[in-house]
């Protein structure tokens, strides 16, 4: 005699599917209105959490509220001490970048920080040789120059009249000003000797007159 299966077959147990996704009616996955539903469910707690702290907080002595607020307002400290910290670790970093793109773009002989008149200096073995020669009359700006530890300008003026001027101004490559070459308004050659290697150019103001510039290196 054949024997029933029936009794013996068993459902099988539904999938447990993940709890913060929703099957719908297909089978799909509804991942977005799960998380919605879960952020609202949060948000009711925590509206009612409030709800009920605000009334036992009011019921608190003084002092043990006071204390309440001295504990928040660490925390809070403490958060905003952080994540200070960490942004200040990311905008540390990106100028210490910044730093060094500009420093490997930087000239190969930039101009002395600090340019100094000095007396006609003597080193055996050296001599002058001329890097730069300009002539005209009234304002110019020469073109740039490089030279080493000690160098000199030398002019020749020849004013027009009674009143009349040349200014030689020294500017470093990247246009600061270091320091004035010649302000006179006697006609005649002379020289100022200046230490501090770098690049340089002139800048000259004139209020007529023919005029004569070089730069000698001292090599």
Sequence with gaps: MATSTR???????????????????????????TIVDSIAKVEQL???????????????????RLA?????????ISVVNLSAAGFGRVATNHVV?????????????????????????????KAWVAAQLWQGTGNRATEMFTVGSHWRVDWLY?????????????YSADGTLMNIATNTAVGGPDT????????????VNSSGGDWKLDVQDYR
Excluded: C, M
């Design 68 to 76: 309440f607020v001295a504990v928040g307002l660490v925390v809070v």
């Design 97 to 125: 970048d910044t730093t060094q793109t500009a420093g490997a773009a930087a000239p190969a002989s930039p101009a002395a920080r600090v340019l100094a008149s000095e007396p006609a200096p003597i080193l055996p073995g």
């Design 7 to 33: 009794g013996q077959l068993r459902k099988a147990p539904a999938p447990k599917g993940n709890p913060w996704v929703v099957q719908d009616s297909a089978g799909s996955a509804s991942t977005g209105s």
């Design 158 to 170: 020849n004013p027009p009249a009674a009143g009349a001027f040349l200014q030689v101004f020294i």
């Design 192 to 203: 100022s000797f200046w230490t501090g290697a770098g690049t340089y150019f002139l800048k």
């Design 46 to 64: 925590a509206l009612a959490s409030w709800r009920e702290f605000v009334p036992w907080f009011k019921a608190q002595p003084d002092h043990l």
